[in-house]
């Protein structure tokens, strides 16, 4: 049984999700390739891959007419990823499955001809947003879910079967010392944590993300870290395919940069380790899937809503029942203070969603993966439903 890992991606964000189960797997004596298409990606996962299993390290990558082809389209489509499947099918060929972080993978077998190669999902993240609720998940042979929430809404939506998935936590939280407290700042001041995504619809950085900035440099009474979704920086045009929508990004002005108050990280491992998730006090964002991160310790959040959906009636937006919502930069000042007075407000229904969204046993949830793959592989048809 050979099982390969793919990590195949602008950024290193999806690595701490999947990289454990590989450990998992090559303990029990699986043989596990790595597969990365990019050095920082193959600097990610060796460096934080758990000790005790031997694996193989596979880099792949395109040719001069693919790299040419990127540096124009990559800004409206994910063109190198696609290159990397198309151009490395030998790769991908020899393994008995193929344990993903993201969809574009489902190529190999819709587009690329490997249907016997299995292929086996685990999301990057358990958020709610509709980009993880689309129907390419239909594709893949065995889907790995962190718990109940997320489960009940693919099955309703037609997504996964019944077969073909298995619920067995966060394997990201197994590397991760949830009660640590990090410190950034030499003082006591509470620490605001400002986390918009990229998406060019729904995020709040590019009509609310100076003035925010703006706002904490001319006070002293909080701590901000700006430490955006780690593809907000990666790209100047994003173009959301789904939702229609393409937005420059603009860079960070240069006053922010040395200001003594504001931490800025546009693209760390600690933006990706949940170092900053653990050491603010309180969470300002928009969409990122980041907030069920920050809902392992309960504490305040607020959310920008910048297109007004009607998002109490749309799943879409089920996490920002975690925290107050307001639309402007005009209101937070008075909604951080909310959350200063009361940071207790939401904890009941941020528990509530803890336990829906992230199953727990007494076991990791990267064995739990594992176990789940290897006996789905040798059933030929599914695993269990629970670990």
């Given amino acids: 049984m050979r099982i390969g890992f793919l990590f195949n991606h602008d950024a290193t964000h999806q690595i701490p999700h999947t990289i454990a189960i590989a450990s998992a797997l090559a303990k029990h004596g699986i043989d596990v390739d790595i597969l ?4 920082e990606q193959y600097g990610a996962a060796s460096a934080i891959l758990p000790a005790g299993g031997t694996v ?7 040719g001069w007419a693919s790299r040419l082809a990127d540096r124009v389209l990559h800004h409206i489509a994910p063109f190198r990823r696609i290159a990397i499947l198309r151009e490395n099918l ?6 008995d499955a193929l344990v993903v972080p993201e969809t574009t993978s489902t190529l190999l077998k819709t587009r690329f001809g490997l249907k016997a190669l299995k292929l086996i999902y685990l999301p990057h993240g358990a958020g709610d947003g509709a980009a993880g609720f689309q129907a390419v998940t239909k594709h893949f042979d065995l889907v790995l879910l962190s718990g109940e929430k997320v489960r009940d809404r693919m099955l309703s939506l037609g997504l996964i079967t019944e ?5 067995v936590g966060y394997p990201k939280f197994d590397a991760v010392d949830l009660a640590a407290r990090p410190r950034f700042f030499d003082n006591d001041k509470p620490t605001v944590l400002y986390n918009p995504h990229f998406n060019p619809l729904l995020s709040s950085w590019y009509s609310h993300g100076e003035r925010v900035l703006d706002w904490f440099a001319a006070q002293d009474t909080l701590n901000l870290i700006f430490a955006p979704h780690v593809m907000l920086f990666k790209r100047r045009l994003h173009t959301s395919l789904i939702h229609r929508r393409s937005r420059f990004r603009r860079d960070i002005p240069a006053r922010f940069l040395d200001h003594p108050g504001i931490l800025i990280d546009t693209g760390s ?3 990706i380790d949940m170092s900053y998730v653990q050491a603010a006090d ?11 991160e920050w809902i392992q310790r309960p504490r305040p959040a607020i959310f920008f809503n910048t297109h007004r959906p009607d998002w109490r009636s749309s799943a879409d937006y089920g996490h920002w029942a975690l925290g107050e919502v307001i639309e402007t930069v005009d209101e937070m000042p008075a909604a951080l203070a909310r959350a200063l007075a009361s940071p207790h407000a939401h904890q009941d229904v941020q528990r509530s969603a803890d336990a829906a969204t992230f199953s727990r046993s007494g076991r990791p949830a990267a064995d739990r993966a594992a176990d789940a793959i290897v006996e789905y592989l040798r059933a030929g048809d599914g695993g269990a439903e629970n670990r």
Wanted: glycine fraction near 6%; hydrophobic fraction near 40%; charged fraction near 15%.
């Fill in 282 to 292: 309180i969470y300002l964002g928009d969409v990122s899937s980041q907030i069920y």
């Fill in 90 to 95: 030998p790769a991908f060929a020899r393994l």
């Fill in 269 to 271: 491992q600690r933006s």
């Fill in 36 to 39: 990365t298409s990019s050095l």
């Fill in 56 to 62: 193989r390290y596979t880099m792949l990558d395109v």
């Fill in 163 to 167: 077969q073909g998935h298995a619920i």
